[in-house]
């Protein structure tokens, strides 16, 4: 099998499961949302994203602005789909880095 095929399974094997997403609400979707984290001089973190319009998050750690972006991404998400606005989001792979940050 050449890569070619190889790839156009992929493809193939995720259209079918996100039209099985949308038709049944049942599938569970992880997607990957790049955030930008930015410490303010007040001694607070910002965060914001280029992936999805509007969000914007505030918080004293990063794990509380972190946790503050996803539930206001959620939300942003959740209007766009009332608007049939389907954000274009990568799909999280089976394999990915991903920073650990912990306090000292």
Known sequence: MGLECLYWKIGVFHHR??????RTEKIAMEQIINIHI????????????DDIQG??????????????????????IEAQKERQIVPDLPLVAESFDYPLVLES
């Open 17 to 22: 499961v996100h039209r099985e997403h949308k």
């Open 55 to 76: 969000l914007v998050a505030q918080g004293r750690t990063i794990w509380e602005t972190l946790e503050i972006a996803r539930d206001v991404a959620r939300k942003l």
């Open 38 to 49: 930015e410490k303010l001089p007040e001694g607070v973190y910002l965060a914001t994203s």
